[in-house]
């Protein structure tokens, strides 16, 4: 018996039975491709999860109907196995994440609990395990957030958002979301928002660490060791604050440092900055208390630190008006 995903509420998309979910693979699998220009059939929620997952790895507010075929992994693989085009991908992730309003009748509220890392990883595993069930091999559907071999997801990045400074950046959008949706509690406007700006920190710092080769730009410590990364061993932090910038500048990653602990804080706190050429110089007084206290020395003298950040050939370099911005208002302050 096909059950309607549709009548399951919610649950449908969150916490589908094993039938539910072998019923929303097989439509899946049935479906032919749509010609240019005819409608799509709706989304089934396995569907919709996986873009929602898949909005954890890529920005897709940089794609349009142009250049959606251009879009990064691993939309181009969704699109094929979905059998819909491209832009349907990045426009489903739109509606997840509340920027775009006319998203299906359960998804923000999805989106929202969505935000629960420990309930995405379980959705995320049983929907993969239901699609290597039907023959949906690693090819055709890859496990894009590397967890079907016992990793953990964790959302990097995290420990810079402030709950405070995140409620106060919302404050414009709830208030749009209020007068075009009133049909939508508050509630879960709110908690769909919350967690799309976790979604964007996290992307972030995925590719700030990536921009940076998984080392510290003032010392060079990698945060892989025994070939398997060590999350905690690096922070990639932004080097305007997540409070004081836009929210282009939240997500642009030149402006943010790959960092071991001990010199991520020492950039936080205005011990040390960056020059426009990329020289790492230290506040005032510090290179007397260098002299004196070997501790200190063997933290921040210069080795280990560098005399100028360490970029590999394809890194971007950050941006000189954060790296001023943090002069100004940070180091110089100290």
């Given at each position: 018996m096909t059950i309607d995903p549709m009548s399951a509420g919610v649950a449908a998309f969150v916490d589908p039975s094993a039938d539910l979910l072998r019923d929303q693979w097989l439509s899946v699998l049935a479906r032919?491709?749509?010609?240019?220009?005819?409608?799509?059939?709706?989304f089934v929620p396995c569907e919709v999860v996986l873009c929602h997952c898949a909005s954890l790895l890529m920005d897709h507010s940089k794609y349009g109907s142009s250049t959606a075929h251009k879009a990064e992994f691993p939309v181009q693989h969704l699109a094929?196995?979905?059998?819909?085009?491209?832009?349907?991908?990045?426009?489903?992730?739109?509606?997840?994440?509340?920027?775009?309003?006319n998203g299906g009748k359960y998804e923000l509220e999805v989106a929202a609990r969505l935000g629960d890392v420990e309930l995405l990883q379980g959705i995320y595993l049983r929907i993969l395990d239901a699609a290597r069930s039907l023959g949906i091999d690693r090819d055709q559907l890859p496990d894009f957030l590397g967890l079907e071999d016992g990793e953990q997801f964790e959302l990097e990045g995290q420990y810079e958002l402030d709950s405070s400074d995140?409620?106060?950046?919302?404050?414009?959008?709830?208030?749009?979301?209020?007068?075009?949706?009133?049909?939508v509690p508050i509630a879960t406007t709110e908690r769909m928002l919350i967690s799309a700006v976790r979604v964007g920190q996290h992307r972030f710092a995925q590719s700030v660490l990536r921009n940076h080769q998984h080392r510290c730009?003032?010392?060079?410590?990698?945060?892989?060791?025994?070939?398997?990364?060590?999350?905690?061993?690096?922070?990639?932090?932004?080097?305007?604050?997540?409070?004081?910038?836009?929210?282009?500048?939240?997500l642009d990653r030149r402006?943010?440092?790959?960092a071991c602990p001990t010199h991520d804080v020492a950039f936080d706190t205005g011990l040390i900055t960056v020059n426009k050429d990329l020289s790492v110089s230290y506040a005032p007084g510090i290179e007397n208390d260098l002299k004196v206290s070997p501790p200190l020395r063997h933290a921040l003298g210069k080795p280990p630190l560098?005399?100028?950040?360490?970029?590999?050939?394809?890194?971007?370099?950050?941006?000189?008006?954060?790296?001023?911005w943090h002069r100004e208002n940070v180091f110089a302050s100290l």
């Amino acid at each position: 018996m096909t059950i309607d995903p549709m009548s399951a509420g919610v649950a449908a998309f969150v916490d589908p039975s094993a039938d539910l979910l072998r019923d929303q693979w097989l439509s899946v699998l049935a479906r032919k491709v749509v010609p240019q220009g005819v409608r799509q059939v709706n989304f089934v929620p396995c569907e919709v999860v996986l873009c929602h997952c898949a909005s954890l790895l890529m920005d897709h507010s940089k794609y349009g109907s142009s250049t959606a075929h251009k879009a990064e992994f691993p939309v181009q693989h969704l699109a094929q196995l979905f059998k819909r085009p491209p832009t349907s991908i990045i426009a489903k992730m739109a509606n997840l994440d509340g920027t775009r309003s006319n998203g299906g009748k359960y998804e923000l509220e999805v989106a929202a609990r969505l935000g629960d890392v420990e309930l995405l990883q379980g959705i995320y595993l049983r929907i993969l395990d239901a699609a290597r069930s039907l023959g949906i091999d690693r090819d055709q559907l890859p496990d894009f957030l590397g967890l079907e071999d016992g990793e953990q997801f964790e959302l990097e990045g995290q420990y810079e958002l402030d709950s405070s400074d995140v409620e106060s950046s919302l404050v414009d959008a709830l208030e749009r979301w209020a007068r075009e949706r009133a049909d939508v509690p508050i509630a879960t406007t709110e908690r769909m928002l919350i967690s799309a700006v976790r979604v964007g920190q996290h992307r972030f710092a995925q590719s700030v660490l990536r921009n940076h080769q998984h080392r510290c730009v003032f010392c060079g410590m990698s945060g892989v060791i025994g070939g398997k990364r060590r999350p905690r061993l690096l922070a990639a932090s932004h080097i305007k604050p997540w409070r004081d910038s836009t929210n282009k500048e939240r997500l642009d990653r030149r402006n943010g440092l790959t960092a071991c602990p001990t010199h991520d804080v020492a950039f936080d706190t205005g011990l040390i900055t960056v020059n426009k050429d990329l020289s790492v110089s230290y506040a005032p007084g510090i290179e007397n208390d260098l002299k004196v206290s070997p501790p200190l020395r063997h933290a921040l003298g210069k080795p280990p630190l560098h005399e100028k950040l360490i970029l590999g050939e394809e890194s971007i370099a950050p941006e000189v008006s954060y790296l001023t911005w943090h002069r100004e208002n940070v180091f110089a302050s100290l």
